[in-house]
Nanobody, 121 residues
Framework: QVRLVASGGGLVQAGGSLRLSCAAS????????MGWGRQAPGKQRELVSTITTGGTANYTDSVKGRFTISRDNAKNTVYLQMNGLKPEDTAAYYC???????????????WGRGTLVTVSS
């Protein structure tokens, strides 16, 4: 069974920074893309950023220039450095992994539990 465990959320003032981390575990052989989604109260979940094994990153328009995603393939860990935070970034942030190959199964998509980010104005 694959687990994604995220950490690093918290309360920060507008303009501040936070760094989220997410580690995947569970007899993993390889992971294609990893990334982060978020869900604000009353809204649908949106994909914020993804990064491939080779390091190609993508961002939703609202976070471009403020958020930076990175990845440690050896540790199956993905990070999200969030700078210039705005109140509208307030949401539960979920770690995501695509095409996770384990010793017994390939998981097309895995989501972890959320970590809450609250940005005060």
């Amino acid at each position: 069974q694959v687990r994604l465990v995220a950490s690093g959320g918290g309360l920060v003032q507008a303009g501040g920074s936070l760094r989220l981390s997410c580690a995947a575990s569970g007899s993993i052989v390889s992971i294609d893309s990893m990334g982060w989604g978020r869900q604000a109260p009353g809204k649908q979940r949106e994909l914020v950023s993804t990064i491939t094994t080779g390091g190609t990153a993508n961002y939703t328009d609202s976070v471009k220039g403020r958020f930076t995603i990175s990845r440690d393939n050896a540790k199956n860990t993905v990070y999200l450095q969030m700078n210039g935070l705005k109140p509208e970034d307030t949401a539960a942030y979920y770690c995501y992994a695509a095409r996770v190959v384990t010793e017994i199964h390939t998981h097309l998509e895995v989501w972890g539990r959320g970590t809450l980010v609250t940005v005060s104005s």
